[in-house]
């Protein structure tokens, strides 16, 4: 089953004199539990693919769907209960919040929702992520690759349709990189995780099962364990 | 070294050019500071070398000073606080670019500067347009005894304090911006200022949770809006006290001592350097005749006579002058606030006749003035009267009172005073009426004076004198009102400061709460509990601290010679007034953080980290 699909996706920005299209008639479509790897050089529209189809951003023209839903229908709040509960993120820099403890800034997108995780629950989930003992620790107290971790705990916590990462261990060293990777991994492996991933490295890009080339706002390559596609 | 200088003056005017809200609120601080402090400088002087509005020469106390001097270092630590509240919020907001100048090459030093330099700017561009306000002000609220030179030095005083302040304010947050390291240029989060302690979670995390784990993050930024906030609430809160606290009426119940309504006096228009107040004395108007026509109008319930006599201290005189001091009559009205003055000695009975004695008022502005060492049991003789009137009368120092209200040096007893005079001593007549009747009464007794055609007495009405008082009062209560609306204004430009920097510094993490489900309403409600919780906070700081302090300077200056009708009452109108400016100004900063929320989508606001 499609849980995303993008029909003749464009972004484009500024007026008509001075337009630039940071994507063009994208459509992909990934299926559940799928592990896609989106690569291409610096600006040619990979972040701003993955922010379309995460709902921060808004197609120019298109439709973008997540989980059978239309994303340009809803409104803005709508929108955001729909990221809150449907979509996990994981950034590059983490983007913890400072004034939160561990156990705090996983349990926020539940808390927005006014839900609760039981504790046993989400202490398997600390065991599985490996930082269970650190709930009441400071973000600035742990190294980056636990804080990445807490990233990872917090956008899987609403078991969202799609996990996005972008550049998840542009930030890390290589043996944090391994250990987050071999995370993702085994979530979408256990868990049947959709999960979409921003990479420059292609070592990262191979352990996908599909991977999405895309070269000045347009998909070149949609490579499928190495059978190319497009 | 003379380009490097001048690269970092050129930056720090950029700086400020940028950064527009900062450059405006210090800006408006530093010259609200420099324009407080002008006003009371001068003003509090003129007063206290006597060249106030409608007072007897009012004396220097200690306390006054101590007064004058407690308001100065509030205003100085008031302008302190925001200041370096709007700079340190500033440089917490410009991490980054502090640190790329580091990692382009800038050393410690120069950093330093550039956030001191733009402390230097501000003052030269903004003191002056406190000054010269502050300058005109001040000679508006002083009617007579206005020296420019001395008005235009405490000025320069005044703007010398306030540069110096700016400069004092600026040493941390420029000492903080040196120490940002060239690696925060370049990193983002803010992970040193944030809290390292590990904490408990034992709450939900509603938008009030959030608003109060934030404010709790960063306690010295929190601590420091709040005392900064606080400060300017309780100089508000002072000055308030202060103004509240002078009552026309009350001065204008002390030329009615025995809380009469009506006075009969000798007419004062009538001195002249030929015509002494015993000329007119001695016409007799005054007289017992009179007092008794006036008690028998009808509604006079009593009618009170006030002695007022003119001696000269023979043998005091070692500059060549005559020292020329007042005698009053003791009376059954002031006998009670007599005995509470009396230092040492005894005070005559209003009625004791005999040998002359005399109670000594040694806070009297006559006491000072001529520098009498005078004490119980001295003798003194006094001349009284002048040309075929003059005689002389040696008197004893029988007691010693302190009395800063009054001027006069000597009392004595109703039966001594025509004694010591050798004519009726008597100064006017004050003529209590009951309370349904005084109109009556008032037109009876001009009636009866017209009929007499009394040339040396005026009729004067308690009303009358209210009023004069409260007109003159009108123009120290405008500048003064304006003068709280400064500090008013300065504590709500802090305020604005404090918020809108709680906006732009969170741009970014913000965006992450938005990226991960936080709604417009819930964001907005977040940032809105934690403007509250900053204003609730200094609020209950400058209320508890501003009444104790407004308490004890009305006390302090009602203490100062004149003043005395400066009774502390709670300043509740004011602060109402300014607690609906500041939920004004709440309800403008929501609107603007809605705005400022929509205005920016989550994509642009996560791009502020790079």
Known sequence: MAIVETKQVCKHYGTALNKVRALQDINITVEEGEYVAIVGTSGSGKSTLLNLLGGLDVPSEGQVKVDGCELSRLSEDELTEFRRRKIGFIFQHYNLLPSLNVYENIVLPLELDDKQMERNELEQMLRMLGISGKQEAMTNQLSGGQQQRVAIARALITRPAILLADEPTGNLDSKSSQDVLELLRSCNRKYNQTLIMITHNPEIAAMADRILRIEDGVITADTVNDVVQV | ?610
């Open chain 2, 1 to 610: 070294m003379k380009s490097k200088e001048s690269f970092i003056h050129k930056m720090a005017a950029a700086n400020l050019k940028a950064e527009k809200v900062k450059t405006v609120l210090a800006g408006t601080v530093i010259a609200a500071a420099a324009f407080l402090l002008t006003v009371v400088m001068t003003y509090g002087y003129f007063i206290m070398k006597g060249a106030g509005h409608n007072a007897a020469v009012p004396s220097v106390s200690a306390d006054g000073l101590l007064a004058l001097l407690a308001v100065v270092l509030i205003i100085l630590l008031a302008c302190w606080m925001a200041v370096y509240n709007i700079f340190y919020i500033s440089v917490a907001m410009r991490v980054r670019f502090y640190g790329r100048l580091r990692a382009l090459g800038a050393v410690h030093q120069q950093i330093r500067q550039l956030v001191v330099y733009e402390g230097k700017l501000l003052s030269r561009r903004f003191i002056p347009c406190g000054i010269l306000p502050g300058y005109l002000a001040g000679r508006l609220m002083v009617s007579s005894g206005w020296d420019g030179w001395t008005a235009l030095l405490l000025a320069a005083l005044a703007a010398a304090f306030t540069g110096l302040t700016v400069r004092i304010s600026l040493r941390t947050p420029a000492s903080y911006a040196a120490k940002i390291t060239p690696a925060e240029g370049i990193r983002h989060i803010e992970a040193s200022i944030s809290g390292g302690q590990k904490r408990i979670s034992t709450r939900r995390l509603s938008p009030f949770r959030l608003a109060w784990l934030q404010l709790s993050r960063s306690r010295k930024k929190t601590v420091f809006s709040l005392l900064s906030l606080a400060f300017s609430g309780v100089l508000f809160m002072v000055f308030a006290a202060l103004l509240t606290s002078a009552d026309p009426a009350s001065r204008a119940q002390a030329y009615f001592p025995g809380g009469g309504q009506f006075s009969v006096q000798l007419d004062d228009a009538l001195y002249s350097p030929e015509v002494g107040l015993d000329d007119l004395q001695s016409k007799g108007e005054l007289s017992a005749g009179l007092h008794d026509e006036l008690l028998s109008i009808a509604g006079v319930e009593a009618v009170y006579v006030h002695q007022y006599l003119e001696a000269e201290l023979a043998g005091m005189n070692n500059t060549g002058e005559p020292v020329v001091v007042g005698i009053a009559n003791i009376t059954e009205h002031n006998r009670g606030e007599l005995d509470k003055q009396l230092i040492t000695g005894t005070i005559p009975e209003h009625t004791s006749g005999g040998a002359p004695a005399l109670v000594i008022n040694s806070a009297s502005s006559e006491y000072a003035a001529y520098g009498l060492e005078l004490a119980v049991g001295d003798r003194v003789l006094l001349r009284t009267g002048s040309g075929s009137r003059q005689s002389e009368h040696e008197a004893v120092i029988a007691g010693e009172i302190r009395d800063t209200d009054s001027g006069t040096l000597f009392l004595a007893a109703s039966e001594t005073m025509p004694a010591l005079a050798g004519f009726n001593p008597a100064q006017s007549m004050e003529i209590s009426a009951a309370n349904h009747m005084e109109k009556q009464v008032g037109q009876d007794i001009q009636q009866l004076m017209a009929q007499k055609g009394m040339a040396t007495l005026k009729l004067v009405s308690y009303q009358e004198v209210a009023e004069s008082f409260r007109d003159a009062f009108r123009s120290i209560t405008l500048a003064g009102y304006a003068l709280i609306g400064c500090i008013a204004a300065f504590s709500l430009l802090n305020l604005l400061n404090t918020l809108i920097a709680a906006i732009v510094a969170r741009t970014y993490e913000l965006g992450i709460m938005q990226a991960i489900g936080m709604k417009r309403k819930q964001l907005t409600a977040m940032l809105t509990y934690e403007a509250c919780m900053l204003i609730a906070g200094s609020a209950a700081f400058a209320f508890s601290l501003g009444n104790l302090l407004g308490y004890w300077l009305t006390s302090a200056v009602s203490r100062v010679g004149g003043l005395s009708y400066i009774s502390y009452r709670f300043p509740g109108a004011a602060i109402i007034l300014y607690g609906a400016v500041i939920a004004l100004i709440l309800g403008g900063v929501i609107r603007l953080m809605g705005y400022t929320i929509s205005r920016q989508n989550v994509v642009e606001r996560l791009k502020q980290s790079y």
